[in-house]
């Protein structure tokens, strides 16, 4: 899972992750700008969404999932539109139901802790969004137990819509 805010001139950060591809996280790889893409994608349109794995347009520069896992991507919107982005990678074999419920739990849960993060920036007391990705990844706890930890890895910045 990754949570992906966007900074003041609308590039794309890294704030937390778990498990995630090292050539996602490479910025020289065809494999990263399609996921880059598609997240861009997702920060324009505010939609949640599922992306098959290994799926996306024919052209090398189009967006896509390169990944072997389902994508599931709820955008984090405040008053100023969309200001961050949490990814999960689901197994992909599930009923295409699963995969709905998953998008509505992520869409559930998402909107009950970016309103307590939004609310810690009114009140001066802000919490990253890293705090968004431990709550998460504390809820299923039998599917995390072979989950490592790594230090955040930011890649390079991307503009987003531009």
């Not at 490479?26 to 494999?31: I, Q």
């Not at 200001?83 to 699963?98: H, K, M, N, T, Y």
Request: glycine residues 8%; aromatic residues 6%; proline residues 7%.
């Amino acid at each position: 899972m990754a949570v992906w805010t966007i900074d003041s001139e609308r590039r794309l950060r890294l704030e937390y992750q778990v498990n995630i591809s090292r050539d996602l996280l490479n910025v020289e790889s065809d494999d990263s700008r399609r996921h880059v893409r598609l997240l861009q994608e997702v920060f324009r349109d505010g939609q949640s969404r599922l992306v098959a794995p290994m799926s996306g347009g024919g052209e090398p520069d189009s967006p896509g999932n390169p990944t072997n896992t389902l994508l599931v991507l709820s955008p984090m919107k405040s008053d100023e539109g969309v200001e961050g982005l949490i990814e999960v990678f689901q197994r992909p074999d599930a009923q295409p139901a699963s995969h709905q419920g998953y998008l509505r739990f992520l869409d559930q849960m998402r909107a009950k802790m970016v309103g307590d993060w939004m609310k810690s920036k009114t009140e001066n007391v802000f919490r990253p969004p890293i705090f968004l990705g431990q709550r998460l990844i504390s809820l299923p706890k039998k599917s995390t137990k072979a989950w490592t930890f790594r230090k955040r890895a930011t890649p390079s910045p991307t503009k987003v819509g531009g």
